[in-house]
């Protein structure tokens, strides 16, 4: 469970400089697309990584990481007004 909070935390900083980079654009929307579907593609390519192991474990904590910067980009823009 020890990585599973890395990639957890991981994902958290990199979906909240990938939405912040889109706050204010109309393809703020994409990027919440284009980041869940980067969380699931990079642990399914673990299965065709040599020496890399695929665990759902990850993927769960990866989607979790970006869900809640969503979730926290989404509720900024609430507070700020900025929907």
Known sequence: IGTSINHALAFIYLSILGLISYLRDKSFNQTII???SLSIILELSHYFIPNRSFEFLDL???LLGTLIAIFIIISYKKY???L
Do not use: P, R
Request: aromatic share 22%; net charge positive.
């Open 34 to 36: 284009f980041l869940i």
């Open 60 to 62: 769960f904590a990866n």
């Open 80 to 82: 700020k007004k900025i």
